[in-house]
């Protein structure tokens, strides 16, 4: 079993940064590939963003590539989230994910464990 529980959401206005944070409980967090998803109201939830095991292997949605960065702290049992150059279609309630699963199979499915949720409201 993991709890994830996320933080780090928050109202920022068009083109600012937020740094999302997901931290994980239990040894075995290293075990996990690691993502980030999203909801936006009235919408279904969609894949952001994915972090190997290793960390070596990542990936982002086309909508956020070059603007956010996955990434993850072993020793802190933490996923990051940094988004850059947010925009007001950004906004979404994003969780955190993990499962001893692939990278490819998160992507299309996410894992097992998720998140509670953070709100990220960007304004125009």
């Known amino acids: 079993q993991v709890q994830l529980v996320e933080s780090g959401g928050g109202l920022v206005q068009a083109g600012g940064s937020l740094r999302l944070s997901c931290a994980a409980s239990g040894r075995t967090f290293s075990s996990y590939t690691m993502g980030w998803f999203r909801q936006a109201p009235g919408k279904e939830r969609e894949f952001v963003a994915a972090i190997s095991r290793s960390g070596g292997i990542k990936a982002h949605a086309d909508s956020v590539k070059g603007r956010f960065t996955i990434s993850r702290d072993d020793a802190k049992n933490t996923v990051y989230l940094q988004m850059n150059s947010l925009k007001p279609e950004d906004t979404a309630v994003y969780y955190c994910?993990?499962?001893?699963?692939?990278?490819?199979?998160?992507?299309?499915?996410?894992?097992?464990?998720w998140g509670q949720g953070t709100q990220v409201t960007v304004s125009s």
């Open positions: 994910n993990a499962g001893a699963v692939a990278i490819g199979t998160m992507m299309r499915n996410g894992g097992d464990y």
